[in-house]
Each structure stands twice: as structure tokens, then as C-alpha cells.
């Protein structure tokens, strides 16, 4: 590393290219960066509650409160209350967000292409253990 560089610094600055690159993308679309994460993973997933989207792409409750209403109001999710628990909402894809799922696939595929552009099997798989690596030491502190 180094003199006066971090290695969260380029992690920083991936992340952010990575926001300005999808708002591009989608911005046809009435939503943004920070909604895609949301929808990516209701395709994975559908019909989850608001808890286990926050948990899950580790964001708080509130950025995800806002980031559900932008998509419910631009008809993408629709909320239901879990019969389990009452308190809770479950989110849920509709039709017109489901017409969305190859395009926004194929963004994060297309971003996925651009950062891991010129290596080779073996390094993919070694950033990849890198980073998940990163992202466990992390976790033990958080």
C-alpha cells in the first residue's frame, strides 16, 4: 500500500462509480441507484419484510423505508402486511417490476463485466476470496 492511501479509499471510489454508472442506466426508469439493490434482491427473493431487506443489503431501516416508498410509488413493489406479525410489512414485485428484471440483470452484469475487465479466472476467484474476507473481518466489528 501506499504512503498516505487506504484500502477503503478505491473501495470508496468503486462504490460511487458504481452508483453513477447504474443511476445512468436507470434513470429512464423513475428510480435510482439507490433502489436497485432493493429490486435485485426481491428478484432474488420476493415477498420479504422491510427487517430482512435492511439486514440483508446492510442498510438502515429508514434508507430503506425510502428506498420501498420511491418503488412502491413507482408501481415497481407493493406492500402487504405479514399476517405472521401485524407491525410488519412484506414486499413484494409486480408486474410492471418484473418486466424490469432482465434489464436490471443485465446492469449489474454489465458493471460486473467492467470492474472484473482483464483478469483472469484465477484472480477473480482470489478477489473474490479477498473481499469476502474483508467484508468478515468487518462483520466481527460491526
Not at 419484510?49 to 443489503?57: A, D, I
Not at 407493493?78 to 407491525?87: A, H, L, P, S, V
Not at 452484469?109 to 482470489?126: A, M, P, T, V
Request: glycine share 6%; with cysteine.
Amino acid at each position: 500500500m501506499c504512503d498516505n492511501q487506504f484500502s477503503g479509499k478505491f473501495i470508496s471510489y468503486l462504490h460511487r462509480y458504481g452508483q453513477i454508472y447504474i443511476d445512468k442506466k436507470i434513470k429512464l426508469y423513475g428510480i435510482g441507484s439507490g433502489q436497485f439493490s432493493f429490486l435485485v434482491r426481491l428478484y432474488q427473493e420476493d415477498g420479504v419484510n422491510q427487517e430482512s431487506l435492511s439486514n440483508y443489503l446492510k442498510i438502515d431501516k429508514a434508507t430503506t423505508t425510502r428506498a420501498i416508498k420511491k418503488l412502491v410509488d413507482e408501481g415497481y413493489v407493493f406492500k402487504k402486511i405479514d399476517e405472521r406479525d401485524r407491525r410488519s410489512y412484506l414486499i413484494f414485485i409486480t408486474d410492471k417490476g418484473k418486466k424490469l428484471e432482465p434489464e436490471m440483470k443485465k446492469i449489474a452484469e454489465e458493471w460486473d463485466n467492467i470492474l472484473l475487465s482483464g483478469f483472469d479466472e484465477r484472480q477473480r476467484k482470489d478477489l473474490m476470496h479477498s473481499l469476502e474476507t474483508m467484508f468478515d473481518n468487518v462483520s466481527k466489528i460491526m
